[in-house]
């Protein structure tokens, strides 16, 4: 047994429209979901033949109550994708700071973001004091550290820069 709490707002997309998103997900996942309205979250994979789908189920329900449309994170299900969640919290001292950041990270008009999503082929979600990265690992930690030196003060230009060169190396160019 799993169990995690997903914020309140986010349960109705995780249970979808007459329960379609959480059956999808118990058969996808190999697992079962119950979930209540304040956001709590049981996964049962005891019945699960494969323990690592039954793994990834945790990270599929975290991705949904992170932001992303349940089709992003059913992309979950293959073995090469991952999530990756910067608490930006943890990293910076106060709401305002947080604020100022996520206002980076998305760019004006959403510009930044759209970019960083299509250059590493990534999805991003700015939810809460979260930012979250799905897609393949490579590619999601490419992202990551860029992400980290936006948040660290590096300009928008430098970032690109850092992640046309990560994707030149693992091209092995």
Not at 45 to 57: G, P, V
Not at 103 to 124: F, M, P, Q, V
């Amino acid at each position: 047994m799993n169990y995690l709490k997903i914020p309140t707002e986010r349960v109705a997309v995780l249970i979808g429209k007459d329960g379609f998103t959480k059956r999808k997900l118990e058969k996808l996942f190999g697992i079962k979901l119950k979930v209540d309205r304040d956001g709590q979250v049981e996964i049962d994979s005891s019945n699960s033949k494969d323990t690592f789908k039954a793994y990834k189920a945790r990270d599929a329900v975290r991705a949904i109550g992170r932001g992303f449309a349940p089709v992003k994170a059913f992309e979950l299900v293959r073995d090469d994708a991952i999530l990756e969640v910067i608490d930006l919290d943890e990293v910076l001292q106060n709401e305002k700071a947080v604020k100022r950041q996520k206002s980076r990270i998305i760019g004006r008009d959403g510009r930044a973001r759209e970019t960083l999503e299509k250059t590493l082929g990534i999805s991003i979600s700015v939810y809460g004091d979260t930012v979250s990265l799905l897609g393949q690992e490579a590619d999601v930690q490419i992202g990551q550290e860029a992400i980290e030196k936006l948040i660290r003060g590096s300009m928008h230009s430098t970032m690109f820069r850092l992640i046309e060169k990560r994707k030149q190396e693992s091209r092995g160019w």
